[in-house]
């Protein structure tokens, strides 16, 4: 007889879902994003954000919550009812690279978040100075090999997912190279083309209006393989360092909770409107990235996979967590 009433409940249940992922949405959705007006986790979600309204008529609106490493917007979001009307959409250093170098993140993938789908991921770019005369992945181990950690390498900061992917590369080849933090992307990219590092680690939007100066270049990318928009440079894979793959994804979740068919409603909308060439396009000129849309179940896992190898990155180079 319990297992019959368990049954009788269970199926309500699903109904009561499946009856409100048909009326959903029927009130603004509110998006939290931890950066921002104008950065690329923001500016992602509002081309995605103008083609669900355009598609659909959905009422989206863009919650800017900046500051605290990206705490204060995924912590809101985390709390928040689990009804499908509060999003985040975060990247890379939320979820794969704080809980990596932070002791005490107040929020937790498993815990705290259902993963939607990835909106984009897009390859870093490996820039040299031209004066330091480093043309090649190549050149740059030889130099590194032959002055042990006195390669200079900028980074938006200590702890970025650009610090990692550095390290991570650094460690892939055998190198050691010295750490200079910068307080965001754009300073180290102009410390580069200044010659005050030799390199540095950048998202390719910012490396762009800089290489005609010939002040710097472009010596490959921290993907497995070659990025569609610098299909010349080449991947460290293809210059014998294995194994490093590192990217910057930005991703849409929900609050731990939202009745599954929401889940599911959400994927299916969004996804359909990342295969729209105009919102490629633009993810394209935006951020040097490609869209994506996988399912729910394969994000998680990306996730976690890279949360597990920024940890083994932050344990090889010493970095102290914060």
Same mark, same amino acid.
């Given at each position: 007889?319990?297992?019959?009433?368990?049954?009788?409940?269970?199926?309500?249940?699903?109904?009561?879902?499946?009856?409100?992922?048909? @009326?959903?949405?029927?009130?603004?959705?509110?998006?939290?994003?931890?950066?921002?007006?104008?950065?690329?986790?923001?500016?992602?979600?509002?081309?995605?954000?103008?083609?669900?309204?355009?598609?659909?008529?959905? $009422?989206?609106?863009?919650?800017?919550?900046?500051?605290? $490493?990206?705490?204060?917007?995924?912590?809101?979001?985390?709390? *928040?009812?689990?009804?499908?009307?509060?999003?985040?959409?975060?990247?890379?250093?939320?979820?794969?690279?704080?809980?990596?170098?932070?002791? $005490?993140?107040?929020? @937790?993938?498993?815990?705290?978040?259902?993963?939607?789908? !990835?909106?984009?991921?897009?390859? !870093?770019?490996?820039?040299?100075?031209?004066?330091?005369?480093?043309?090649?992945?190549?050149?740059?181990?030889?130099?590194?090999?032959?002055?042990?950690?006195?390669?200079?390498?900028?980074?938006?900061?200590?702890?970025?997912?650009?610090?990692?992917?550095?390290?991570?590369?650094?460690? *892939?080849?055998?190198?050691?190279?010295?750490?200079?933090?910068?307080?965001?992307?754009?300073?180290?990219?102009?410390?580069?083309?200044?010659?005050?590092? !030799?390199?540095?680690?950048?998202?390719?939007?910012?490396?762009?209006?800089?290489?005609?100066?010939?002040?710097?270049?472009?010596?490959?990318?921290?993907? *497995?393989?070659?990025?569609?928009?610098?299909?010349?440079?080449?991947?460290?894979?293809?210059?014998?360092?294995?194994?490093?793959?590192?990217?910057?994804?930005?991703?849409?979740?929900?609050?731990?909770?939202?009745?599954?068919?929401?889940?599911?409603?959400?994927?299916?909308?969004?996804?359909?409107?990342?295969?729209?060439?105009?919102?490629?396009?633009?993810? *394209?000129?935006?951020?040097?990235? @490609?869209?994506?849309? !996988?399912?729910?179940?394969?994000?998680?896992?990306?996730?976690?996979?890279?949360?597990?190898?920024?940890?083994?990155?932050?344990?090889?180079?010493?970095?102290?967590?914060?």
């Amino acid at each position: 007889m319990r297992s019959l009433i368990r049954a009788a409940v269970g199926a309500a249940l699903c109904l009561c879902a499946s009856a409100y992922a048909q @009326d959903y949405p029927n009130k603004p959705i509110r998006v939290l994003v931890p950066f921002a007006p104008g950065g690329v986790v923001d500016t992602s979600t509002r081309i995605l954000a103008t083609k669900l309204t355009e598609r659909l008529g959905w $009422n989206i609106v863009i919650d800017n919550r900046p500051g605290g $490493n990206g705490f204060i917007a995924v912590g809101i979001a985390a709390k *928040a009812p689990a009804d499908g009307y509060t999003l985040l959409s975060a990247h890379t250093g939320e979820f794969a690279v704080n809980p990596a170098v932070f002791k $005490n993140v107040p929020y @937790d993938l498993d815990r705290d978040f259902t993963p939607i789908t !990835m909106l984009s991921d897009a390859a !870093m770019a490996v820039v040299v100075s031209t004066a330091s005369g480093i043309t090649s992945f190549k050149d740059l181990v030889a130099q590194a090999k032959a002055k042990p950690g006195q390669i200079t390498y900028g980074s938006p900061g200590t702890g970025s997912v650009n610090h990692l992917a550095g390290e991570w590369l650094a460690s *892939a080849a055998g190198i050691k190279l010295l750490h200079v933090p910068y307080k965001g992307g754009a300073p180290a990219v102009a410390a580069t083309v200044g010659g005050d590092v !030799m390199l540095t680690v950048a998202g390719i939007p910012g490396v762009a209006p800089h290489l005609k100066s010939g002040r710097i270049r472009v010596i490959g990318v921290t993907t *497995a393989k070659r990025s569609p928009h610098g299909p010349q440079w080449m991947s460290p894979q293809e210059a014998g360092i294995s194994g490093v793959d590192a990217s910057i994804w930005v991703g849409i979740f929900a609050p731990k909770g939202v009745p599954k068919p929401v889940v599911d409603k959400l994927y299916t909308e969004i996804a359909a409107a990342l295969k729209s060439p105009d919102v490629q396009e633009r993810y *394209a000129t935006v951020a040097g990235a @490609d869209t994506i849309g !996988m399912p729910p179940a394969q994000f998680h896992a990306r996730v976690k996979r890279d949360l597990e190898i920024y940890r083994k990155i932050v344990q090889q180079v010493g970095l102290q967590p914060q």
